[in-house]
C-alpha cells in the first residue's frame, strides 16, 4: 500500500501537471524571444497581431510600451509615443473623431483588422456614435463646399448644397473638367499599383523582404510620385495650373488644383500641394474612388481590438505553455527615455526615472524616431566595458576597417538619419465645439446655403485660421486649424454661447499630426526598417523603425503596411518563417 500511495504522489506532483499544463520543465527551460515595441498606436498594436501571427511555436514574449496622454491648460497633448489615432465623447455620447477620422473601404489590413472582432461596426463618417433624435437630424446639415474667404470676389469655390449625389457629381465634373478626369486616371492606376503591396507583404520569396520602404515603392512603381511634390506631379499629369481663356466662355469653370486639391491637402495634411509629395495627394484623392467609414464608438477602439486579437491569437497558441496562465503579450504605460545595447547581449530599455524595464532581443519603434525623445545608447569599448556611448542609427554594417569599434561596427560614411527621419510634423489643433450654431454670415452664405463640411483653400485659411470644419451633430462641430482657435473666433462663428469641450494639439515637442513632407526631393527618402543591428544579423540587439513608411506619406493603412513589413523582418530573422527563391504559382 505505501508503495501505491508513492506512486500517486508522483504522479499527482510530476505527470498531471504536464497533462494538464503541457511540458511544464519545457516551459520553464522555453527561451522565448523578448520583444518591445515603443508606442501603442496602429503600428505597434497592429505589429503585436501581425508577430503573433508568424509565431506558430509560442517563441515570442511581446511587451507594448506606451504613455499616457497629457493635459495642460485644458489642451490634450498628443505625446511622442502616443497614437495619433483619438477620439472622445461628450456627456450626451456624442462621439467626435480628433485624429485620423475616416478609414477607406480599399485598405486591406485595417479592414482585415475590423473583420476580425464582430464588435468593431463599421459606420458613416460624422456619425455621433448615438441615436439621433428627428429634431436632431433635421438640424444637421448635408452637402460639401470649398470656402477662398469673404474678401475674395468669389467667396465659394464650390458650393454643393441642396443637390443629390449626382447632382453634386456633374457639377464638379462641369468645374474641373478634364484636370478631374487626368488626376481621376492617375488614381486609379496609383490605386492598381498599391494593390500590389499586399502581394508582396504575404509573399515569402527573397525579395520581398524589403530593406527600406523606398524600395517598397519601387517594387510597386510608385517612387516617383513619392519623390516629387504634388504640384510637380500634377504638372507631370498635365494638371492645370491656370485657368485657359477658353474656359471663360462656358462660366463657372474653375482651377481643381487651386481649389479642391489645395483644400484637401491643407485639410488633411495641413500643408499646401508644393508641401506634400505626389504620393500623398494621391492618396488623398482616393478616398474620392469608393466608401469612406468610421468605426462606431471611435476609430480609436480599433488600437484596443489589434492588441486583444493579438492576445487572443498568442494565447491560444501558447495554452499549454505556460502553467500560470501569464500571457506572452502584454502592455505597460511607461514612457521610455533610454535604449542601451549590450550589442549580442540585447538591449536594456528604461524610463524616465531611470529604472530599467527589462532587457530585450528585438525592440521596434512605433512611433516618429525625431520625437520619441530616447537616448539611443551602446555599452562597452575597447578600454571599459561599461561605458556609455551614442550609437549610429541606419546605417551601421559590419566591416573590417580599423576605425570599426571591438564589435566589428563601423559608422557608415555621410548622414546616418535621412531628413524624413528628423524633420518636423505638421502642428495641427482639433476644436470640439458645442451648443453652437455656424453663423452663414462669416462664410458670405444665405443659412439654407450653409453646407454640413467646409473645407478652406489657402486664402480662406489665411483669412479665417481655420482649415476646415465640420458638423458632428446639431450644435456640435469640429474644427481643424493651424494655431489655437481664440475665443473671438469661436464667438464670431459659433456664437456666445458656444462652448469648447476639447482641444487637441498634434504638434510641438511632441511631434504633430503629419510628416513635413517639404515637397519630396530628399527629404522623402527613407530610413531603414532595421535600424540598429549591434547584434551581427543574429537574434540580439536589433532595433526595427515602423514608421519609416511615412517618408512619403502617411495614413491609418501607411502605418499598418509599415508594421506588417517590419514584423515579417524580424520573424524571418528570428527563424518563425523562410525566405524562398521560388516563385509560387498564386505569386505569379
Not at 8 to 35: A, D, M, T, W
Not at 258 to 267: D, L, R, Y
Not at 455 to 468: D, P
Amino acid at each position: 500500500m505505501r508503495y501505491i500511495l508513492i506512486i500517486l504522489n508522483y504522479l499527482l506532483l510530476f505527470e498531471l501537471p504536464s497533462l494538464v499544463f503541457g511540458n511544464v520543465k519545457g516551459n520553464e527551460e522555453q527561451e522565448y524571444k523578448r520583444i518591445a515595441i515603443i508606442g501603442a498606436g496602429i503600428s505597434g498594436n497592429f505589429a503585436a497581431k501581425y508577430l503573433s501571427d508568424y509565431d506558430d511555436k509560442c517563441l515570442l514574449d511581446i511587451t507594448i510600451f506606451s504613455p499616457t496622454n497629457s493635459t495642460i491648460d485644458g489642451i490634450s497633448k498628443g505625446v511622442a509615443q502616443g497614437s495619433r489615432v483619438s477620439s472622445t465623447t461628450l456627456a450626451d455620447g456624442t462621439v467626435v473623431e480628433l485624429g485620423a477620422s475616416i478609414i477607406f473601404e480599399g485598405n486591406k489590413l485595417v479592414n482585415e483588422m475590423i473583420d476580425g472582432d464582430e464588435d468593431l461596426i463599421k459606420v458613416k463618417p460624422y456619425s455621433p456614435g448615438r441615436n439621433v433624435t428627428d429634431e436632431e437630424r433635421m438640424a444637421t446639415k448635408e452637402g460639401f463646399g470649398i470656402f477662398n474667404g469673404k474678401s475674395n470676389d468669389i467667396p465659394w469655390a464650390l458650393l454643393l448644397t441642396n443637390m443629390t449625389s449626382e447632382e453634386s457629381k456633374k457639377k464638379i465634373l462641369w468645374r474641373y473638367n478634364l484636370d478631374l478626369w487626368r488626376l481621376h486616371r492617375a488614381t486609379n492606376k496609383a490605386l492598381e499599383s498599391f494593390t500590389m503591396i499586399y502581394d508582396l507583404i504575404d509573399s515569402t520569396h527573397e525579395a520581398t523582404f524589403f530593406d527600406s520602404p523606398n524600395d517598397v515603392w519601387r517594387a510597386v512603381g510608385l517612387a516617383h510620385a513619392a519623390s516629387v511634390s504634388f504640384d510637380e506631379y500634377l504638372d507631370y499629369l498635365g494638371v492645370s495650373s491656370h485657368i485657359a481663356w477658353w474656359k471663360d466662355l462656358f462660366g463657372d469653370q474653375g482651377l481643381m488644383r487651386s481649389e479642391f486639391q489645395t483644400a484637401v491637402s491643407i485639410c488633411n495634411n495641413n500643408q499646401l500641394n508644393s508641401q506634400m509629395t505626389g504620393l500623398a495627394g494621391l492618396v488623398n484623392s482616393a478616398a474620392t474612388t469608393g466608401t469612406l467609414f468610421s468605426i462606431k464608438g471611435g476609430n480609436d477602439k480599433l488600437l484596443d481590438s489589434a492588441f486583444r486579437q493579438a492576445k487572443k491569437k498568442h494565447d491560444q497558441v501558447c495554452r499549454k505553455k505556460d502553467m500560470y496562465g501569464e500571457s506572452k503579450i502584454r502592455h505597460i504605460t511607461k514612457t521610455i527615455k533610454t535604449f542601451v545595447s549590450e550589442f549580442e547581449h540585447g538591449i536594456e530599455l528604461f524610463d524616465a526615472q531611470g529604472k530599467s524595464l527589462g532587457t530585450f532581443e528585438v525592440v521596434i519603434l512605433a512611433a516618429p524616431l525625431q520625437f520619441s525623445g530616447i537616448n539611443f545608447l551602446g555599452k562597452g569599448s575597447m578600454f571599459d566595458s561599461s561605458v556609455l556611448h551614442s550609437i549610429s542609427l541606419n546605417e551601421m554594417v559590419d566591416s573590417d576597417n580599423s576605425d570599426a569599434n571591438e564589435h566589428g561596427h563601423r559608422h557608415a560614411i555621410g548622414a546616418h538619419l535621412p531628413s524624413s527621419a528628423t524633420r518636423p510634423y505638421t502642428e495641427v489643433f482639433t476644436t470640439v465645439i458645442s451648443n453652437a450654431h455656424l453663423d452663414a454670415s462669416q462664410l458670405s452664405l444665405e443659412e439654407e446655403k450653409v453646407p454640413r463640411s467646409i473645407l478652406f483653400t489657402k486664402a480662406g485659411r489665411e483669412e479665417t485660421g481655420i482649415s476646415s470644419i465640420g458638423q458632428i451633430t446639431a450644435g456640435v462641430f469640429k474644427v481643424f486649424s493651424s494655431n489655437e482657435l481664440t475665443d473671438e473666433t469661436v464667438s464670431n462663428f459659433f456664437g456666445r454661447n458656444a462652448v469648447v469641450e476639447e482641444v487637441k494639439v498634434w504638434g510641438g515637442r511632441d511631434g504633430g499630426a503629419t510628416p513635413a513632407f517639404n515637397g519630396g526631393g530628399e527629404s522623402s527618402y527613407s530610413s531603414r526598417f532595421n535600424l540598429y543591428d549591434g547584434g551581427h544579423g543574429t537574434s540580439s540587439s536589433t532595433l526595427y523603425y515602423t514608421n519609416a513608411m511615412e517618408s512619403a506619406v502617411s495614413a491609418i493603412e501607411i502605418s499598418a503596411i509599415g508594421s506588417k513589413f517590419v514584423s515579417k523582418l524580424i520573424a524571418q530573422r528570428l527563424g518563425l518563417i523562410e525566405a524562398t527563391s521560388t516563385i509560387t504559382e498564386d505569386e505569379l
